[in-house]
């Protein structure tokens, strides 16, 4: 299994949804907030919350079994 890493920011609505599912899927991965970098809110910014494995990306919206997917692959 990958670890993830999930491109959130703070007092997302959206991002906090996909933190808990995350967790209730009992899945690693590592939060970075795009509001710390000038090139990640260009990139992300109406797009969080996006999860990667570093080879591909899942944009939302996205569900349990596209974590998973994601995750082993």
């Known amino acids: ?5 999930l491109y959130s ?10 933190e ?11 939060f970075i907030d795009i509001d710390e970098s000038p090139d ?3 990139r992300y910014h109406v797009k969080v919350p996006v999860l990667t494995n570093g080879q591909k990306e ?3 919206p996205f569900d ?8 082993d692959g």
């Not at 299994?1 to 890493?5: A, E, H, I, Y």
């Not at 920011?9 to 996909?18: D, G, Q, W």
Request: with cysteine; hydrophobic share 45%.
């Open 1 to 5: 299994m990958k670890k993830l890493t």
């Open 9 to 18: 920011r703070l007092e997302c609505p959206l991002c906090e949804f996909a």
């Open 20 to 30: 808990q599912m995350l967790h209730d899927e009992g899945i690693c991965y590592e």
């Open 40 to 42: 990640l809110i260009k």
């Open 58 to 60: 899942l944009a939302w």
């Open 64 to 71: 349990t079994s596209a974590i998973q997917e994601l995750a």
